[in-house]
């Protein structure tokens, strides 16, 4: 199978050292234009697998992404910006790594070889047939994901892939698979350039529309989002300002009481009428 894999194919570039700056730069921004077109081809899969997410979603489960590598540190980082932007429980989307979260900094060795792990990490976050399981894998030939999925289906629970090569293992263990072929890396073999570029707008697209789809957006603001830091309190002032319709000082004195924008701007509405 690894002969052809298109993401270990050869570099359609050679003697990359002896480029200068200007022509490593524009030979990689060549390459990267061909990512939102393997995103746009592979729309019908990441919508079929969307609304599989939140049919279970809606109704109170949880979405798990699984990975190793490149691939697991981008589904943590998608489910770890999923409450500070849409205020859910960060037990909503959970991101898993082969190795765990020292693998996040650290190549844990020989983490993404064992097929059985991923179900031993998945088990202890009692995931169930409420909920739905997304793995990740460039090549979608690493075992620990496909070890992880095929028990999760096995149990009765959704799954999907994000994988760069089609056809590919991890495609076939899948209930929904996405395949965004990229074609081969400008340093060969290098999946955390167009692969992971590829992964990382899938799962922008991916909890982005079932976190809208989820009520989590009202028109295009994030109201649901943690207050963290004083550049999102002024994005809030200024959301309340525009949906309620009111001057700055009622607004900060509205999101100080309601620690929300939604609930900022709901109380107000409703006490108006």
Known sequence: MEGKLTTEQASDY????????FE?????????KTVPLALEKAIPQIESLVDAIYSKMKDGGRLFYIGAGTSGRLGVLDA???PP?????DTMVVGIIAGGDGALRKAV??????AELAWEDLKKHNITSKDALVGIAASGTTPYVIGGV??????????????????????QAVDFPIELVVGPEFVTGSTRMKAGTAQKLALNMISTTVMIKLGRVRG????DMQLSNKKLVTRGVQMIMNEAHVDEATAKALLAEHKSVRKAVDTYKLNKK
């Open 14 to 21: 050679n003697d990359l050292e002896k480029m200068n700056t």
């Open 24 to 32: 490593l730069l524009s030979n990689m921004n060549t390459e990267d």
């Open 80 to 82: 770890s910006e999923c």
């Open 85 to 89: 932007t849409y205020g859910v429980p």
């Open 109 to 114: 060795e020989n983490a993404e070889d064992n």
């Open 150 to 171: 095929k028990a999760a289906r096995d149990q009765g629970i959704i799954t999907g892939c994000i994988t760069c090569n089609a056809d590919s293992p991890l495609s």
């Open 220 to 223: 295009n603001k994030m109201v």
